[in-house]
């Protein structure tokens, strides 16, 4: 009698579990199209006879779930700049309503009402606000986009790129640039222009005069305080400094960042580092200042590094947030909540975050969407085995019956 109900135990455990992979067949089935959904698998584990009790008899089966967090879905071009995928490992950082901090693979974000980025289950993207240099999780903050309003950006740094004659004539003391004279000599000039902490233009003048063998002297102005076009200047100069290059190779020894302090604005660090002194004219090779001037958002841009920056409508860019991505020591393990999102847990171990592209992190790809890793094929196929699993154990069941029936009529 005892086997007999083991023979029921095993056949109701079995259609218990070929139930769960239906279900998660069905589940798969209705997301085939979910963006950044990840396919459900159903794993089978054997229950030993004895399993329940010391009396029970007839082993059985029992099921777990697992998601494929790790798997790639294909990537789908969008019009949409905001939408995100990530090409190779880690994950989005999103909040909800609450502020309560996910991950997630579902990258379909729109601003909202009030400028968040949102995805279409409702979860705001994060990331780390313009200037920060943090990799902390607690330093996130939900991504803002205000159309509403002018952006407007210092100058912090810059790259000036110069060839300086190397048989340029030496320019003596009292007459240098630095001492701001009237009658001051230079060999070159160019100029630069950087923004303020209002986003307004400061032209700056930027001389060149050589003091000694390989050795230059760099004087700055305020282009606004030049009197008849040049020297002398109603300010002094904003910095003044040294440059020494190598006779040999005419490259820079020193002097190669200069630091300068914008009138009305931020300090600089200029990279000098590819300046040379060669057997040729002067020569302006590269000028690049960040900043912008005030204007307002016409696009948004992100790389694959994740930096985020507004075109502005007057053509010039904003830096904005930097989209960090995350991950955990073992994704699999992470706890799988509604809306395609997961949770970090003891067993999936803490959420770390970094820069997309470094420490194993895949990259950003705009305009992209990930599609759900779910093949229609397959899970049909798949659904078709669970059927007849399922119909063969009621199939038992029904056995199982009829053997109790005859011995209850022996009695």
Known sequence: MSSTFGLFNSSIMGMSAQADALANISENI?????????RATTHFLTV?????????FGGGVYTRSRYDVTGQGALTRTASSTDLAIRGNGFFVVSDGSGATFLTRAGSFVPDAEGRLVNAAGFYLKGFPPGSGSDALGDMEVVRVRNDKLYASPTTAGTLSVNLPASANVTPAATLPSTNAAGAQFSAKTSVTAYDNLGKPVVLDVYFAKTAANTWEMSVYDSSGATGGGFPYTSPAVTTTTLAFD?????????GTVNLSLPGGAAIDLDMTSATQLGAPFVVNKVNMNGNAPGAIRSIQISTDGAMSYQLDNGQVAAAYRIGLANVAAPTALSNYTGNVYAA??????????????????????????????DLATELSTMIIAQRSYTA???????????????NNLK
């Open 30 to 38: 209705a997301n085939s199209s979910t963006v950044g959904y990840k």
């Open 48 to 56: 030993l006879s004895g399993f329940q009790g010391p009396d029970q």
């Open 247 to 255: 006779p040999a190779s005419g490259a820079i020894l020193g002097g």
């Open 345 to 374: 847990n003891g067993d999936s171990g803490q959420i770390s975050v970094g820069a997309a592209g470094s420490g194993g992190l895949g990259l950003i790809a705009s305009a992209t969407l990930e599609a759900s890793t779910v």
């Open 393 to 407: 154990n009621t199939q038992s069941f029904q056995v199982a019956s009829e053997i109790l029936q005859v011995l």
